[in-house]
Structures are given as C-alpha cells and as structure tokens.
C-alpha cells in the first residue's frame, strides 16, 4: 500500500504557493523557482517525482545530505524575443529541497528522467540488527 507524505506547511511553503499562483509577474524579481514534486513511499523504497519538462537527464544535480534530497538543474528558454499573452512555464534556474521521511540507502539510489518528470527512488535502510549480550 502507497501512503503519501504530507507535512505541515511553513509560512515560506505557503508564500512560494501564492507568489507561483500569481505567475511570472513575481517571478522578475527571483532567481530560482521550485517544480511540483511529489514524494511517496512504499513498503521498501522512498520516491520522490519532480516534473519538470524540456530537459535531458545530464541537465540535473541530484545530492542527499543527511536526511533532506537536493535536486537542481536549469531549464532553458528559447533565446528568440517574444510578446507573451500568457506565461505560466517556467524557465532557468531552480531548486527543490525534499525531506526524507526516514533513513535511506543512498548507494543503492537510483534516478531516471523520462516523459517530462525525474524520478529518484531511494531504498530504505534497513534497521540494523543490533544484539544485546546479556550477563
């Protein structure tokens, strides 16, 4: 059985929402903005799936520190000059920071990029067997 991960939002969760929801208006004046990512685990495996169209897999930096999944990358735009009447794709520079839910196998981590959206699947630790001697 799936179960998905929520966690509570922080103000600065809440503030990206708004500012993303509101468009490229906003999106002047930052240098780095945040895919949709979803983060699930399984029985054995934790996934996180970031979509993010228009890239070759070479284009990502993926990095695990600790307990938290670092993905980054940089999506070019075409360099014709344009007049937008809508705008909502983003382009450039962004970054998404993922807190794991538990520990994970990082040696055993594996990512593929495929239809549009980088998936990286991280195999749980497995609890270590620690024994007890007793007197």
């Known amino acids: ?3 998905v991960i929520r966690k509570t939002e922080s103000q600065a969760e809440r ?3 708004i500012l993303h929801a509101v468009g490229w208006q906003v999106q002047v004046g930052s240098t780095v903005w945040s895919p949709p990512t979803d983060v699930y685990e399984t029985e054995t495996e934790v996934v996180v799936r970031v ?3 228009g890239m070759r897999e070479q284009d990502f930096e993926v990095a695990l520190q600790d307990d938290t999944l670092f993905v980054s990358g940089i999506r070019p735009d075409v360099p014709e000059r344009r007049a937008y009447h809508q705008m909502e794709i983003r382009f450039g520079k ?4 993922v807190g794991l839910p538990g520990s994970v196998n990082a040696d055993e981590a594996r990512a593929e990029y495929r239809d549009g959206f980088l998936t990286v699947v991280l195999p749980k ?3 270590s067997q620690i024994r007890i001697k007793s007197k």
Request: a positive charge; charged letters at 30%; zero cysteines.
């Open 1 to 3: 059985m799936v179960t």
């Open 125 to 127: 630790s497995k609890p």
């Open 94 to 97: 962004f970054a998404s920071a």
């Open 15 to 17: 503030r990206r929402e």
């Open 51 to 53: 979509e993010v169209a």
